[in-house]
């Protein structure tokens, strides 16, 4: 058998993707000092995580790869003794159409009373398209100054685009 031919079956079986990896759900994590809010409103910042006691929204721009789907969004926060509904969400902002045109891709609420607590979304398949979209992660709650919370970070799952689902140039000698 020639060389040629033996290397010529190894791409075939690759570009079928017969020996292709499994998916990986790999992790972006956003720590709670990347939140901006608006900027008429003053943000507090304990050990890392950021006070959203007095504010009632909180952003920060998302970047994964291209053609990544997302699968869930998880919080990590902490209340004060005053119980708060706490709501992060990913949401797509269609380029074209501006800011207030957006979809809620994947939402999880926080409702604990008193205490430190990771809060995880149902299983979501979102394809990012990073062309046509972009996208921010918000954090929302009512205004009320008479507790304190605190989010710590979101952390994005997601499956990275697949080497092998990339179209390659064919070499042809």
């Known amino acids: 058998m020639k060389r040629g031919s033996t290397m010529l079956s190894l791409i075939s079986i690759l ?51 291209e053609s990544s789907v997302v699968k ?3 919080m990590y926060y902490g209340n004060s003794t005053v119980p708060a509904n706490l709501t992060v969400s990913l949401v797509a902002h269609e380029i074209g159409l501006g800011w207030p045109t957006h979809t809620t891709i994947a939402a999880v609420n926080g409702t604990i009373p008193d205490g430190f607590e990771a809060v995880t979304s149902s299983e979501i398949s979102h394809t990012v398209d990073m062309s ?42």
Do not use: W
Request: hydrophobic content about 40%.
């Open 15 to 65: 570009a079928l993707g017969s020996l292709a990896p499994a998916p990986t759900l790999r992790h972006m994590f956003y720590p709670g000092k990347a939140f901006s809010a608006n900027p008429s409103q003053n943000i507090g910042f304990q050990e890392g995580c950021v006070e959203v006691a007095d504010i009632d929204t909180l952003f920060t721009p998302v970047f994964l790869p």
């Open 72 to 74: 869930y969004l998880t």
């Open 132 to 173: 046509s979209t972009t996208y921010t992660i918000e954090i929302a709650q009512p205004y009320d100054m008479d507790r304190t919370t605190v989010v710590c970070g979101v952390r994005i799952d997601y499956i990275p685009p697949s080497i092998f689902a990339i179209a390659l140039p064919t070499i042809i000698r």
